[in-house]
């Protein structure tokens, strides 16, 4: 287990480092390190991430110290860099805006009805249970079998009546009016 939950304050690329480095296989560590070596400059900048990469980092540094002497020479030299860049790290508050959990802050940032109605019915979509939302989806698909069937008796009601050896059938309404004008 790599020990990043949903809750995770860690950005995707972090997470994504970090679960190379949990993962035992070499080749996920050795490019973990070699990608982290390469983009050194611009990532990291926020302290937590930083402080996040040189946790698994230091764990990579003990268990791989004596197996794979490669792996652990890869991970003293990306964290003597790191170390050496850790005056440039920043809060993740001055980085970007941090939203906090407060159900307050977003109730008012996100007032309008519309939003409000979206945020509702993607909740109960989400609270749904398996029978809910079968019974939905049964219904979804009766409603349209009821439209495509309408379209079809609209259809059949417009277009010209042949029989069944596809000769067409007269409309009596149509000769008594060809009768008429002939009579005029």
């Known amino acids: 287990s790599s020990g990043i939950n949903a809750e995770c304050p860690l950005r995707p690329g972090t997470k994504a480092m970090v679960f190379c480095f949990d993962s035992k296989d070499y080749s996920q560590i050795r490019n973990g390190l ?3 070596n390469k983009i050194l400059p611009e990532f990291p900048v926020v302290l937590n991430l930083a402080q ?3 946790k698994r980092i230091l764990k990579v540094k003990e268990e791989e ?13 990306y964290s003597a860099q790191l170390n050496s860049r850790r005056n440039t790290f920043i809060a993740e508050e001055k980085f ?11 109730a008012s940032r996100n007032s309008s009805p519309a ?3 979206k945020r509702a019915d993607s909740v109960k979509r989400r609270d749904e249970t398996d029978s809910e939302k079968k019974r939905r989806r049964d ?8 439209r495509k069937s309408a379209e079809k ?3 059949q009601d417009v277009s010209p009546k042949t029989k069944a050896n596809g000769v067409r059938e007269r409309d009596s309404e149509t000769d008594e009016n060809r009768s008429k004008i002939r009579k005029k």
């Open 34 to 36: 070699t990608v982290l």
């Open 52 to 54: 996040a990469l040189e």
């Open 96 to 106: 970007h805006h941090v939203e906090k959990k407060s159900t307050e802050n977003s």
């Open 139 to 146: 219904d979804d698909l009766k409603k349209e079998g009821e």
């Open 153 to 155: 008796k609209v259809k």
């Open 115 to 117: 939003r409000k109605d």
């Open 65 to 77: 110290k004596t197996v794979r002497p490669d792996l652990y020479a890869l991970a003293m030299g």
